[in-house]
């Protein structure tokens, strides 16, 4: 089978686009970047469900005087 010059240098890129750059370290597994993504999202919803309960807590407050 024959490739195409154009064709084979394409693939080569893309090849070279998959690989790590060269003393980049060790890479994150596929379950350690879920991990640290969710620990993200978690901390994001914790923050804003504080806020509100803080602002429920003013408002609350705020109408008893």
Known sequence: MVI???RQHAEDMFKRIQRPPVG???TESSAQLER?????KT???RKL??????DAKT???HDTK
């Open 36 to 40: 640290r993504t969710q620990e993200s």
């Open 49 to 54: 469900r504080l806020a509100k309960e803080a």
């Open 59 to 61: 408002r609350r407050n």
């Open 4 to 6: 195409s010059r154009t």
């Open 24 to 26: 980049a370290g060790p």
């Open 43 to 45: 901390a994001r919803l």
